[in-house]
């Protein structure tokens, strides 16, 4: 079955600190793979996306994700956090719904970042 | 920032009513889908949309119906209002291709009384 599984719920780390938040996919072809970001009472935003190439791919805001096929894995990290990077972050890999070729996303449940001053 | 403009943003309605919610792009993408967010539960799909006149079931689909008439607009109907259906609803826009991302509303907080 296809999914997405984000290990953390909820991670804290200290401004200045580094930062990787897990996810794992389930998928039988080759994975399209995105992270999100959602701050407070807003909408998702785009922070990266892998489709192929280069395995690590840099993304908006000072982050970066890696594409590990054999560890079915592509977590996001960041070097140093900022107090602003506190939000809810979310895994998701495309997917093909149906018979036809319509597609939609399949989201992890989220992991919930705090930043300790 | 892509043009997905939700409305309305809040809305409070009693059990039994009719609602819709409304998704308006300027982007002129192909697909559109309604999601709801609640807590412990990430988001779900609703319906979508891949074309004018084009909807299809996602996977917490009861209660819930669609429409789309023109590009532009998507809209969101509960037929009947239940206090389960008290959420956060996102509107999302795709080109559609297997490797285009998609661009989320600001979303409509729905509370059912």
């Known amino acids: 079955a296809q999914s997405v599984t984000q290990p953390d719920i909820h991670i804290t780390v200290s401004e200045g600190a580094s930062l990787e938040l897990r996810c794992n996919y389930s998928?039988?072809?080759?994975?399209?793979l995105f992270w999100y970001v959602q701050s407070p009472g807003q909408g998702l935003q785009l922070l990266l996306k892998?489709?192929?190439?280069d395995t690590l791919v840099q993304g908006i805001k000072g982050f970066e994700a890696e594409f590990k096929r054999s560890q079915s894995s592509f977590n996001l990290r960041k070097p140093s956090v900022h107090w602003s990077d506190a939000a809810e972050y979310f895994c998701?890999?495309?997917?093909?719904?149906?018979?036809?070729?319509?597609?939609?996303?399949?989201w992890g449940l989220g992991t919930s970042l705090a930043v300790n001053p | 920032d892509a043009g997905i403009t939700q409305s309305p943003r809040h809305k409070v309605t009693e059990t039994g009513t009719p609602v819709t919610l409304r998704c308006h792009q300027t982007?002129?993408?192909?697909?559109m889908y309604w999601y709801r967010q609640d807590p412990g539960h990430g988001l779900r799909l609703i319906h979508y949309?891949?074309?004018?006149?084009?909807?299809d079931k996602g996977e917490v689909s009861d209660g819930y119906s669609v429409s789309r008439s023109k590009t532009e607009d998507f809209l969101l109907t509960l037929e009947s209002a239940t206090s389960s259906q008290t959420s956060v609803y996102f509107c999302?826009?795709?080109?559609?291709?297997?490797?285009?991302?998609?661009?989320f509303g600001q979303g409509t907080r729905l509370t059912v009384v």
């Open positions: 892998y489709f192929s190439g």
């Open positions: 999302a826009i795709s080109a559609g291709t297997a490797n285009t991302e998609a661009f």
């Open positions: 982007e002129n993408h192909r697909y």
């Open positions: 998928y039988g072809a080759t994975p399209y």
């Open positions: 998701a890999v495309g997917a093909f719904i149906g018979a036809g070729n319509n597609r939609k996303l399949i």
């Open positions: 949309s891949y074309g004018v006149k084009d909807t």
